[in-house]
């Protein structure tokens, strides 16, 4: 009855979503970031639940915490899909008031946001370069102690799982790495449009991607190496967009590849001993593990992971070490595994967005973050709209479904979000010097820009 619960109950609750999800879409004629949170929180917490619960109850999971999945009963089956049932309409109400507090705090209502992002694609080019030359020798920089580019892959798995013996006094230039990823990404969104591309542009792609499957490869990443390559096939498909017909097909389409390039990922990177449907349940299982083992701990952390979460942009060894900031995911793997990453575990549990809210404050957490979350959507798909280049606005934004909003549904920690997507951060600020320079420089030379 348990598995019969958990099977039905989910694909309900995702078909009932799918629904609203093409409404929306045909209303609107295009997904915008509230309907790819939808889609995400639908799938894996919906089917995505059913047949890990499945998989668990019938012996077919080889996750290590099998014996904490099988506590579910109809209860708590019911408690986690009316759960996700407030989240929907949380994020959903935070996206509808959006506008409102748009215009309390008159966001956005300035046309002095020049940028470089509405100058020629040329420019666009020396950019993506010189953050490719960044990403180059920042990350040359922190191997060094490892032995160089080759040295560090043998030294990948100790580092990922905590348990490195080797001290590193530049261990924060590693994220800096990643900025190869928006390097490249902005090379494709040139391609794309090709009128703008040149020998550069094509030069520049393949080294910033051939670069960038290095870093993610030294990572040990399956997910990130997997929603990298990605990116390029949902951005060609957000580009080449015509019809609602032909959109739903490439999304199909998209969907299979995503599955093929886990499964190919998991090939290279981790263990493929247990057949696809062990590697998946494997893959699926921590979030509903996190939650059947929080759902009973009413110690909450009262949105003490939002307040601090901006502070996570500076290096490890202030939060961490300064501050004695614990992240929401190092809370977790202590809830659930008894001991933090490195005292005893040679890993970390990441913590899902349901778990996050609940820890903040059970079911109100709950409520409360998704509203924020709604807001934040909004924010991020005004923003986005502000791209002149469609070719760039294509692959940018096929990079914040995936690694905001897709990737936040499992892996919600405020740290990991900001270091998931620190490329983007750092090229928003690249953006705004380059425009603010190219606004001074207009109105030195007495353009008038109105406001």
């Known amino acids: ?28 004629r295009k997904l915008k970031l509230l309907e790819w949170f939808l889609l995400s929180v639908a799938t894996f917490n919906g089917i995505g639940f059913g047949f890990v619960i499945w998989a668990t109850f019938n012996g077919r999971n080889p996750f290590f915490g099998t014996q904490k999945l099988m506590q579910f009963d109809i209860y708590t089956i019911s408690t986690f899909l009316l759960s996700n049932i407030v989240l929907i309409g949380s994020v959903i109400i935070g996206w509808c008031l959006a506008p409102s507090f748009k215009e309390i705090f008159k966001l956005g209502s300035s046309k002095r946001a020049v940028s470089i992002l509405s100058q020629k694609n040329k420019k666009i080019n020396y950019v993506a370069c010189f953050i490719l030359l960044v990403a180059i020798i920042s990350y040359w920089l922190y191997v060094k102690p490892y032995g160089g580019f080759v040295g560090l892959l043998d030294h990948s798995r100790a580092i990922r799982a905590g348990v490195s013996t080797i001290r590193n006094p530049l261990s924060f230039l590693k994220i800096f790495g990643s900025l190869s990823f928006l390097s490249s990404f902005l090379f494709f969104g040139i391609l794309l449009e090709k009128k703008h591309s040149n020998k550069l542009t094509y030069i520049g792609f393949i080294i910033s991607l051939l670069f960038s499957i290095y870093v993610l490869y030294s990572w040990m990443g399956r997910s990130s190496l997997a929603v990298y390559l990605l990116t390029f096939i949902l951005g060609y498909i957000i580009y080449n967009y015509t019809s609602v017909i032909s959109f739903l097909k490439r999304v199909m389409f998209f969907v299979i590849s995503g599955f093929f390039l886990v499964t190919i990922t998991d090939v290279v990177l981790g263990d493929s001993k247990y057949g696809f449907v062990g590697m998946m349940s494997k893959e699926l299982s921590f979030p509903f593990m996190s939650y059947i083992t929080q759902i009973s701990n009413s110690d909450y952390r009262w949105f003490q992971d939002l307040i601090v979460a901006p502070l996570y942009l500076l290096p490890k060894s202030i939060w961490a070490n300064m501050l004695n900031i614990e992240t929401a995911t190092s809370y977790n793997t202590l809830i659930v595994a008894g001991a933090r990453k490195g005292e005893g575990v040679s890993g970390s549990l990441p913590i899902d967005f349901i778990t996050l809210g609940h820890i903040q404050a059970s079911i109100f957490g709950i409520l409360v973050i998704g509203v924020l979350w709604g807001l934040f959507l909004h924010a991020i798909e005004d923003l986005l709209s502000k791209f002149k280049s469609h070719g760039l606005y294509a692959i940018v934004y096929a990079n914040v479904v995936l690694n905001v909003v897709v990737l936040n549904t499992l892996y919600a920690d405020p740290n990991h979000l900001l270091s998931r997507n620190f490329p983007l951060i750092v090229g928003a600020l690249i953006f705004w010097f380059f425009g603010k320079f190219t606004l001074n420089k207009r109105q030195s030379q007495g353009v008038s820009i109105n406001a």
């Open 1 to 28: 009855m348990v598995v019969f619960t958990a099977m039905v109950g989910g694909l309900l609750f995702s078909v009932l979503v799918y629904a609203l999800v093409f409404y929306l879409l045909h209303k609107r």
